[in-house]
């Protein structure tokens, strides 16, 4: 992970106008030529989430005639138990046999392990990768990619630099020069995968239509896609919820039962609301009831990976390492919500804002063996002190 950035008192966190404006500049001369010829698609990845992305897109690409029907998919080579590739398993069954099984993606999405090949003159971009290897895969596609390609996270997550928090989507602007809209929802990708009803929510900047283009990428009747221009609201309800989870987890762990888990969901969403606005005064109240928002919530505190496995956490008394439950439990796929409890928990003791947010701050606590998990109806003891920031109480 980059270095923590070093303390800064009080003082306000840097906003992301400069990305923004950045953006915005890319776009509107982007705009006109994006949307007068046949858009090709690439994602990057092809974990769970990505394979079920790839199987939204390809049926899209083959139905609509703004798209070129071909998908292709970055995938990182493994080698399976069988002794085959990956890559070549996907192109062979149409099927991510690792991370998706017995779904078939389509027939027109091509597993490619060239990181580079794969983004060839692709000019729409879904990211979906863990969020830590996004600065290195970044880094890879500098100088590889077309002026004029747009982009969409799909990522849970955020980096802490130098200079304070980078949202997963400022860093694709800030290292490739391009626009970066966003993807959230409460979405678990197996029933996703298998066409039970689901929503998403797209986060925008300035350009409706780019959005909209977004819209009709992923839309089909089983997923409903809405836009909102409100990317740092959209993202860190996607990325904040997995600490919430984590909560819930210990609370599902410890059998404290369904009151217990609501009260910490609802001091969850508190403490998301509050964080995001303090980082981004931009953030829309209206955003948190989103899909991305509080449906996120709810669907992650009762049945996502981050949720489970801290329930195992809970249950072994916290003696056994969230990496080897990871390991044992997911096959493969990654948490997000432990790292992503660092690095909130790194934004705030910086800040001076761990008063704050008692909650946050316990679940990192708890994960890293500071506190035991039964510390996590205890952290109402620790009342957030709203007096130590000025303005923060009509967050909460």
């Not at 029907?69 to 099927?95: A, C, H, Q, Y």
């Amino acid at each position: 992970m980059a270095p923590a950035f070093e303390a800064q008192g009080g003082a306000p966190p840097p906003q992301a106008e400069p990305v923004q404006e950045q953006a915005a500049a890319a776009a509107s001369q982007n705009n006109a030529h994006f949307s007068n010829y046949e858009s090709k698609v690439t994602i990057v990845g092809s974990g769970n989430w990505g394979s079920v992305a790839s199987k939204l897109i390809a049926s899209n690409t083959l139905r609509l005639s703004s798209f070129h029907d071909e998908v292709r998919m970055w995938v990182f080579e493994e080698i399976l138990p069988s002794g085959e590739k990956l890559t070549d398993v996907i192109n062979s069954t149409n099927e991510n046999v690792k991370y998706l099984p017995g779904i078939k993606l389509g027939k027109n999405v091509v597993a490619d392990p060239d990181l580079e090949n794969a983004v060839k003159d692709a000019n729409m971009l879904v990211f979906v990768t863990p969020h830590q290897f996004m600065e290195g895969i970044c880094r890879k596609l500098v100088g590889k990619i077309n002026g004029d390609v747009q982009a969409i996270s799909l990522i849970k997550g955020m980096e802490v630099k130098m200079e304070g928090p980078c949202m997963i989507s400022s860093l694709i602007s800030e290292q490739l020069g391009i626009n970066c809209c966003v993807l959230m929802g409460a979405n678990i990708a197996n029933e996703i995968a298998t066409e039970k009803f689901s929503e998403a929510t797209v986060g925008y900047r300035e350009n409706r239509e780019i959005a909209e283009k977004w819209v009709q990428l992923f839309s089909t009747p089983y997923f409903l896609v809405t836009a909102v221009q409100d990317v740092e609201g959209v993202e860190l309800c996607g990325t904040l919820k997995n600490v919430v989870a984590l909560a819930a987890g210990f609370v599902d762990g410890l059998e404290m039962g369904n009151n217990t888990k609501a009260a910490i969901m609802r001091i969850g969403l508190r403490e998301m609301k509050a964080f995001s606005k303090l980082l981004f005064s931009s953030v829309k109240d209206t955003t948190f009831f989103e899909s991305c928002g509080v449906a996120d919530l709810i669907t992650t505190c009762l049945g996502g990976r981050n949720r489970k496995v801290a329930e195992a956490f809970a249950k072994n008394g916290g003696k056994r390492s969230f990496d080897k439950l990871e390991a044992e439990m997911l096959q493969g796929q990654k948490l997000q919500g432990v790292s992503t409890a660092r690095e909130v928990y790194e934004v705030l003791g910086h800040r001076g804002w761990l008063e704050l947010f008692p909650l946050f701050a316990t679940v990192h606590e708890i994960c890293i063996g500071r506190l035991p998990p039964s510390a996590i109806v205890e952290h109402s003891e620790r009342k957030p002190r709203f007096e130590l920031l000025d303005g923060s109480t009509q967050y909460c």
